[in-house]
């Protein structure tokens, strides 16, 4: 039990579906992240929250789409996307929005697009 | 941002002890080091972070010169559950766009 708990494990989804990721940790943790870890490729920051705002955003797509609704909970909906986008998604969490502390990931969401 | 190099992989057997150089060159005065480890289909899990000279708790030792340019992570009696992916991080931590996961080093234990 890693702190931070991450639904589905597993998705599939067609292109013109709707689905969103789900994370919640249990840590009491300040700050939430999300990452992009395609095959064969470094982990990519995706957004940042703090204290349930949205400090950074690395030039995502539109197609994803984030919430934070308090600082237990973080959300990525996901809309039209492509088979590009087929990838493990984590989320993070640390005691502040920096990541100086480490970060506590979870085990991630296995998306694949068709 | 401070690059960082490891080596791609490395393999070693059960019982040793498995060294994990990473060259950061162009460290800053402000930059901490930290290493994490990677499961397959998990996210990574931190293991260690430095400053410089020595850090040590019960998962792994962390050995940084005086010079900083590199830092060696260094694991003892390594079991076949080590086998991971292993990532060198370096930055200041005024901002997580600043922290960069690399490409890692594949350890591959052998009985």
């Known amino acids: 039990e890693t702190g931070v708990t991450q639904t589905p494990r597993h998705l599939v989804m067609g292109m013109t579906n709707k689905k969103s990721l789900k994370c919640e940790q249990h840590?009491?943790?300040?700050?939430m992240y999300w990452y992009k870890q395609s095959a064969k490729k470094p982990l990519e920051l995706m957004f940042v929250?703090?204290?349930?705002?949205?400090?950074e955003n690395n030039s995502v797509p539109s197609r994803f789409s984030p919430e934070c609704p308090n600082s237990s909970h973080l959300f990525l909906h996901l809309h039209t996307l492509q088979p590009e986008d087929s990838a493990l998604y984590l989320c993070?969490?640390?005691?502040?929005?920096?990541?100086?502390?480490?970060?506590?990931f979870g085990s991630g969401t296995r998306l694949t697009v068709v | 941002l401070a690059k960082t190099t490891q080596p791609i992989s490395m393999d070693s057997y059960e019982g040793q002890e498995v060294n994990i150089t990473c060259s950061h060159n162009?460290?800053?005065?402000?930059?901490?080091i930290t290493w994490y480890q990677q499961f397959p289909s998990q996210g990574p899990r931190f293991i260690i972070q430095?400053?410089?000279t020595k850090v040590t708790n019960e998962v792994a030792s962390l050995f940084i010169p005086a010079d900083r340019k590199s830092s060696t992570l260094s694991l003892p009696r390594v079991s076949l559950s080590d086998t991971a992916v292993y990532y060198c991080?370096?930055?200041?931590?005024?901002?997580?766009?600043?922290?960069?996961f690399g490409s890692g080093t594949r350890l591959s234990i052998r009985p």
């Open positions: 993070a969490s640390s005691q502040e929005r920096t990541g100086r502390y480490g970060y506590t």
């Open positions: 840590l009491g943790h300040n700050a």
């Open positions: 929250y703090s204290l349930e705002e949205r400090v």
């Open positions: 162009n460290i800053a005065t402000n930059d901490y």
């Open positions: 430095g400053y410089k």
């Open positions: 991080l370096v930055g200041e931590y005024s901002s997580a766009s600043k922290i960069i």
